[in-house]
């Protein structure tokens, strides 16, 4: 009889085998090294297979661990897939953003296509123009997210609580 995978275990095991470590593989999902441990003991467990081959100097995957690296990367895009789909914000509108006219094309078309093509729910007006322009349609409560040159340095992407601050 197969048993469920735990997402979290499945989550913990491709921490562990990206990173080659479970100090680095603790760290980033947020566990200590004995809760990762731990859960890498009970996946073995629920298995019935050795998963990974311990060395004081290396980890490495055994060929059982290669088979569920494959089988984990797939669910856990699949189950933030879903997650993603059935939590997505319930905000809908208009979000009103400022950008440099050599920045719009060059740098954020494929970024503001992937974006509306994610958040259908939400339209993007989009406003063009010189850095000074849209800092002063910023500051006039024109629009809520701007992308501009600030001090003649490298673009910074501003909102208006940014730009209020004394």
């Given at each position: 009889?197969a ?5 979290d ?5 491709l ?8 100090t ?10 004995s ?7 009970r996946?073995?467990?629920r298995?019935?297979v050795r998963l990974?081959?311990?060395s ?26 879903a997650?993603?789909y059935?939590?997505?914000?319930k905000?809908?509108g ?15 078309q ?5 974006y ?20 002063d349609?910023?500051?006039?409560d ?13 673009a ?11």
């Amino acid at each position: 009889m197969a048993h469920a995978l735990d997402i979290d275990q499945l989550r913990t095991f491709l921490a562990i085998a990206e990173l080659g470590s479970f100090t680095k593989a603790a760290d980033a999902v947020n566990k200590t090294q004995s809760a990762v441990s731990m859960q890498i003991k009970r996946l073995e467990a629920r298995l019935g297979v050795r998963l990974l081959e311990r060395s004081p100097r290396r980890l490495a995957l055994t060929s059982e661990g290669e088979m569920l690296l494959s089988y984990a990367r797939e669910i856990l895009r699949l189950n933030d897939e879903a997650a993603s789909y059935f939590n997505r914000s319930k905000i809908a509108g208009v979000i009103r953003v400022g950008l440099p006219n050599d920045y719009a094309v060059a740098f954020l078309q494929g970024v503001i296509t992937e974006y509306t093509r994610q958040h259908p729910e939400i339209s993007l007006e989009l406003h063009c123009g010189w850095s000074a322009e849209i800092l002063d349609r910023l500051r006039a409560d024109e629009l809520d997210l701007a992308v501009a040159m600030v001090n003649n340095e490298r673009a910074q992407y501003l909102s208006r609580s940014w730009i209020e601050r004394p």
